[in-house]
């Protein structure tokens, strides 16, 4: 079995730690955690799985780098701390680790990845025989590997659109919500993940990736943004309350323009609330969150997924993906050549020795 450390617990990290221990050629070893409250606790406490799993959360990372796993799940946030997850991951990777995360958005296309982000990277490769494969859900899964798979039923192709529709109440980090995202705050409040240049920083990767795989090139990348704000105030079981006349939802295009038309899409819908922004795109059924492919053509194809876990949460749910299409990765990316990975390199397989298991 292969010895797995997952480093962080917060959203990503405990479905990484169920994920681990579901998985039968995976054997968890350590969880690193930099809450001074969370050391000593189980892992099986601290991942929700209601039972003891006899490993114990530490912050000591040298001493757990020091044990030589052969693979790392970092599910630490990069979203404001780019520099320290760099820095932690290329330590893991320069250790011997295969490691796979979320967090550090230009690796999602390793292609055409920064050079200051690559170089680092490569000479810890180099250096500790380690590999890394970033991945997630959106961006992830929802903007390479399942509207490629989906593009391949087809014929004739128009244009390909991958839509995040999610009402962020659900979403379980409220400084990301108000702060990054800005729901709750005036409109004139500039939220960081709604600068210019920013959706295309993080989503900019996965609309050159597909570009690739599809064989087209891309004249450049273009965005779109509207926001809507509250018309009544409005008050959330997780965040509390959000006042009228504050941003309540937000829309926004990352467009990959192919021969003058924005023919590669991914589109964020965003809300606080359902009743802000109703004539925007919904899940089909009316819950919380979605993510939906659409491929207009010949036939038009569309396909939505909808996952829900801790407590039918679709927010833990879409997380929980991000963590098994990484988890479900590693045991192929050991019996690989040691080297830097994308989606476009990493199938994604069944969930093979798992059908009814417990």
């Known amino acids: 079995m292969i010895p ?16 681990v221990v579901a998985h039968p050629m995976l054997r968890l070893v350590a969880v690193l955690v930099s809450n001074p409250a969370k050391v000593g606790k189980d892992a099986g406490e601290l991942s929700g799985l209601g039972r003891r799993l006899g490993v114990a959360a530490t912050d000591d990372v040298d001493a757990v780098l020091s044990g030589a796993p052969r693979a790392v799940v970092y599910a630490a946030s990069g979203d404001v701390r780019m520099d320290g997850a760099l820095d932690d991951i290329s330590r893991a990777v320069r250790a011997g680790a295969v490691v796979v995360t979320p967090s550090v958005y230009g690796m999602y296309d390793c292609t055409n990845a920064p050079a200051e982000i690559r170089d680092v990277l490569l000479e810890s490769v180099e250096a500790g025989g380690g590999s890394l494969f970033v991945s997630g859900v959106d961006p992830g899964w929802a903007n390479d590997v399942l509207p490629l798979l989906v593009s391949g039923l087809g014929s004739d192709i128009d244009a390909v659109r991958c839509q995040e529709i999610f ?3 659900t979403y379980d980090q409220e400084e990301a919500v108000r702060q990054l995202i800005g729901m709750g705050h005036p409109l004139d409040y500039q939220p960081l993940m709604l600068a210019e240049g920013i959706p295309t920083m993080v989503w900019g990767g996965q609309l050159r990736m597909m570009a690739r795989a599809l064989g087209v090139e891309l004249d450049g990348i273009e965005e779109t943004l509207e926001r809507r704000p509250l018309e009544t105030s409005v008050v959330t079981d997780t965040m509390g309350e959000f006042p009228a006349g504050t941003q309540g939802a937000v829309r926004f295009e990352v467009q990959g323009v192919v021969a003058g038309e924005p023919r590669i899409v991914i589109e964020h819908v965003t809300r606080i609330h359902a009743t802000c922004a109703p004539d ?18 010949r036939p038009r194809i569309e396909v939505t997924v909808e996952a ?7 927010a833990a749910g879409g997380n929980a993906t991000a963590a098994g299409r990484l988890v479900n990765a590693i045991d192929w990316l050991v019996e690989a050549e040691p080297g830097l990975f994308d989606a476009l390199d990493v199938p994604l397989r069944p969930a093979v020795g798992r059908l009814g298991k417990k």
Do not use: K, L, M, Q
Request: charged share 25%; no cysteine; aromatic share 6%.
């Open 280 to 297: 925007w795109p919904a899940p089909p059924d009316g819950g919380a969150g979605a993510h939906r492919v659409i491929i207009e053509g």
């Open 167 to 169: 009402d962020y109440s």
């Open 4 to 19: 797995t450390v997952v480093w962080g617990t917060g959203n990503v990290g405990r479905a990484a730690i169920r994920a």
């Open 308 to 314: 829900t876990d801790e407590g039918e949460n679709r």
